[in-house]
């Protein structure tokens, strides 16, 4: 019998080759990396502009939040501390290989991403609380309508989550891009800031709707997050939401009010809430976000309060129609929201620590979220949530460039007067 086709052989030798490597492939080990996209990794929110990043930059999977006491004083500290954070923020938000040092000393990086960082969507969102401005040259130059963060009815706030001179926003694609660029904030700036406290946030991805739209993600109730939001990429309505007006402080302008709450979720009691009550409390229809008087649409749907004058449908103490009633005169409270979802294990008492990582940014503190915090008050949802930390900070103006740097202008008016 004749010797085996030689094309034969090399073509059965290659299907093998391709075989092996594809096994290879589908075949991983138990301590392989789970597989990253280089190509998300590789993309970048620019850092330089008119407004700092992350206000209405679209919300990517994780967040954190930390408050600061700054130790610096003079001016000349407080600036080279803006100088030297703006430097970190550019460089971290961008990307790059990171410099190697002579091994004797302690490397310049934490090597948590590795010798090259990844840019991963990353933006770095710095605000100054009320407090940062009792220091001499700046307690004239305070924001028209920053406070301290005040405690409501329903709050239990826990002094040592509360509060802060500054705060700094991290939000990126993955939780370690925002905790590499925590620990190198910590690091390049110990001799100016002491960290008061941090909170990691994270929200789920969701598959786009059939019509290709990206539904709101959900909370910890189970219930879509944010369907009322207004459109962040209409430019005139940031100009009359979210930018601070010609009333403030010079330096002030083209920032924003920052409102940071941390609300804890009693996410045992809500499981056991009946859906018709949770969906009552809400003013929603829990698995589309569809409002009560209108259980068929979506969730970008408005609902009409005025067909329901007596609260037939959607309940009036209901969450959505307190925190607007959609009138003429609530146009003047609409917020900005970018909340995260967190998890901290659990309590003494056995019960889970989730809830809400809320963020909204607004014009004017008193007429967004303090507004619609006091219609809320007393709301029936209160028996399921416990606000326990957070703070109100001002976002100064972006970074126009190279030269320049976060809260320059500040600086600039404290060394004029």
């Not at 004239?140 to 001179?165: I, K, S, T, V, W």
């Not at 459109?231 to 920032?255: K, Y």
């Not at 503190?365 to 606000?387: C, D, H, M, S």
């Amino acid at each position: 019998m004749a010797g085996p086709n030689r094309r034969n052989i090399l073509l059965g030798l290659g299907v093998g080759a391709v075989s092996a490597v594809s096994a290879r492939a589908e075949t991983r080990n138990v301590d392989d990396a789970p597989a990253g996209h280089a190509e998300t990794a590789a993309k970048s929110v620019p850092f330089y502009g008119r407004h700092q990043a992350g206000i209405v930059t679209p919300r990517p999977a994780a967040g954190i939040v930390a408050a600061f006491d700054v130790v610096a004083t003079s001016l000349d500290d407080l600036e080279r501390m803006l100088k030297a954070l703006t430097l970190r923020a550019a460089f971290l938000t961008q990307g790059g290989k990171v410099p190697t040092r002579d091994p004797k000393l302690p490397p310049a990086d934490s090597g948590l991403l590795g010798p090259v960082i990844a840019p991963d969507n990353l933006t770095i969102t710095l605000g100054f609380g009320a407090s940062f401005f009792d220091r001499d040259g700046l307690s004239g130059l305070m924001p028209a309508r920053l406070e301290r963060m005040a405690q409501f009815p329903n709050d239990a706030l826990e002094a040592e989550m509360c509060h802060g001179d500054i705060s700094i926003q991290f939000c990126a694609n993955l939780q370690d891009t925002n905790i590499h660029a925590l620990r190198d904030v910590v690091k390049n700036l110990s001799e100016f800031l002491v960290l008061r406290w941090v909170i990691e946030g994270t929200v789920p991805p969701v598959p786009p709707a059939p019509d290709g739209s990206t539904p709101s993600a959900r909370n910890f109730l189970g219930f879509r997050d944010g369907s009322a939001n207004p459109d962040s990429n209409d430019t005139a309505a940031m100009d009359r939401i979210v930018w601070a007006g010609a009333d403030e402080p010079d330096w002030a302008a083209d920032g924003s009010y920052q409102v940071v709450r941390i609300i804890r979720n009693f996410v045992e009691r809500w499981d056991r809430t009946a859906l018709s009550e949770q969906e009552r409390i809400m003013g929603r229809i829990k698995h589309s976000g569809a409002p009560m008087d209108r259980p068929d649409a979506g969730e970008r749907d408005l609902p009409d309060f005025a067909a329901d004058p007596a609260g037939d449908k959607t309940a009036m103490d209901a969450h959505i129609r307190l925190a607007n009633p959609r009138d003429a005169a609530s146009q003047q409270n609409l917020i900005l929201r970018r909340p995260f979802n967190y998890s901290r294990g659990a309590v003494r008492n056995g019960q889970l620590d989730q809830g809400l990582l809320f963020i909204c940014y607004q014009r004017d503190l008193q007429a967004g979220f303090i507004t619609v915090q006091n219609r809320l008050n007393g709301e029936p949802l209160e028996e399921y949530i416990k606000p326990v930390g957070g703070g109100y900070f001002f976002v100064p103006p972006g970074v126009s460039g190279p030269q320049d740097y976060l809260g320059a202008r500040l600086i600039a008016e404290a060394r004029r007067a």
